[in-house]
């Protein structure tokens, strides 16, 4: 859950998706700011923290990096239970990734945080050329991500592309980073000034 301190906030944030889309990678790139070739698979999970600062407040994430594999599927909702925010993961030269992905949206939107705000990343976008989600993926994307609630960015671990931002705007939309809408609404003070009048009223 996003839990704050004034405006010190921590969200626990998931990513999920297949076995070799780009999770740890895009961690890697956002925590450390490196890429490498051979990132090793990932056992169980991992976990990181990172911190940005975004309208004047101070999120902290809590990052868990699983592991993808149909194997460990069972542990999943021990990392997206009470998380405040997902990655879902593709690659965009692999098809049967983006099937995956839709999959996990459906268990979130099932069994996780109904104010979790999702992300979808189509990952590797560095490899246009071998872009294989149904030949039009890109849009494909897009309107499965509208009609979803999600919101969507391609992104590349690899060249860095929309990787910082992603975090950003998940960062952005997270409920207590947003101004009020209403502040006064919100403040809850004493009123010394009316007690004191009440007080002294009509005795
Ligand atoms: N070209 C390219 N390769 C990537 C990108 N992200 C990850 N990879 C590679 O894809 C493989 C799997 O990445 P990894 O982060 O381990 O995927 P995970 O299993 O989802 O954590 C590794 O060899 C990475 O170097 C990317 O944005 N572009
Ligand atoms: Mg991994």
Redesign the pocket.
């Known amino acids: 859950m996003a839990a704050t301190g004034n405006k010190n906030i921590n969200a626990k944030l998931v990513?999920l998706?297949?076995?070799?889309?780009?999770?740890?990678?895009?961690?890697?790139?956002f925590v450390k700011g490196q890429?490498?070739?051979?990132?090793?698979?990932?056992i169980g999970a991992a976990f990181f923290s990172q911190t940005l600062a975004v309208n004047d407040a101070t999120v902290k994430f809590e990052i868990w990096?699983t592991?993808?594999q149909e194997r460990y599927h069972s542990l999943a909702p021990m990392y997206y239970r009470g998380a405040a925010a997902a990655i879902i993961?593709y690659?965009i030269t692999n098809q049967a990734s983006f099937d995956r992905a839709k999959k996990w949206v459906q268990e979130l939107q099932a069994q996780g945080n109904p104010n979790m705000v999702m992300a979808l990343a189509g990952?590797?976008?560095?490899?246009l050329d071998d872009r294989k989600v149904a030949g039009f993926g890109l849009q494909e994307a897009q309107v499965y991500a509208q009609e979803n609630g999600l919101f969507f960015m391609e992104?590349?671990?690899?060249?860095a592309?929309n990787v910082n931002d992603i975090f950003y705007e998940i960062a952005k939309r997270l409920p207590r980073v947003q101004p009020a809408q209403n502040p006064s609404g919100m403040v809850l003070t004493d009123r010394p000034a009316e007690r004191a009048a009440s007080a002294t009223c009509c005795s």
Do not use: I, M, Y
């Open positions: 990513l998706g297949d076995p070799g889309a780009g999770k740890s990678s895009l961690v890697l790139r890429f490498v070739e051979f990132q090793e698979s990932t990096d592991a993808g993961v690659d990952n590797k976008a560095d490899l992104t590349s671990a690899k060249t592309t």
